[in-house]
């Protein structure tokens, strides 16, 4: 089925990802395990990845998952954030355009974070900027702190965004914020 993600064997000794294409065939496999090189370090596909597969949507049809993500070729290629870790922004993945082209290069999750610019901010910003946490985005959006203006006097919503009338299904631990800011303080590795 389209969009389907299954385990694949990059290698004898590393393990990945393959995702079900448009065309119903599975791709090359990729996110391909790789030893750690510094095993004291926040793992990012041990521990941060799964903290966005279940407290941001991005492992099912939630708020950061593909389909909610479009890249646009006329702003950089920014657009809402997809976490899924895979890589992805060639296609829309959802609505009329399903499918085509948007003329931007497919990025792993770890190269978005690192690549492209929030779309609610200026075009210098970072998601995450290794050893800084004042200039990641994404340590601004998980503490609401240093949030872009999205229009004149409001705010963007912190993240996960507070829900009093309608509870939100994805909740972010104090452990899982603090583990995600230790992974930027400790240099953001693609571990």
Partial sequence: ????IVACDCSATSSGTTTCGAD???????????????????????????IFNRSC?????GCHARNQ?????SM??????TLENASLGSIFYSGPSVGQSTGCPD?????RLMAIAPWQCASTTSY???????????????????????EPGKLSDSMPPPQPDNPNPYTLSTADRDLIKQWVSEGALDN
């Fill in 1 to 4: 089925m389209p969009g389907e």
């Fill in 24 to 50: 119903a065939t599975f791709g090359a496999c990729g996110q391909c395990s790789i030893p750690d090189p510094d095993p004291q370090k926040v793992n990012f596909q041990a521990q941060i990845v799964p």
């Fill in 57 to 61: 949507g991005a492992g099912d049809i």
């Fill in 69 to 73: 993500y479009a890249a646009n070729n």
């Fill in 76 to 81: 950089d290629c920014r657009g809402w954030l």
């Fill in 107 to 111: 990025k792993t999750l770890y190269e």
């Fill in 128 to 150: 995450v900027k290794p050893n800084n946490l004042g200039a990641s985005y994404i340590v601004n959006k998980i503490t609401a702190t240093g949030l872009c203006e999205v």
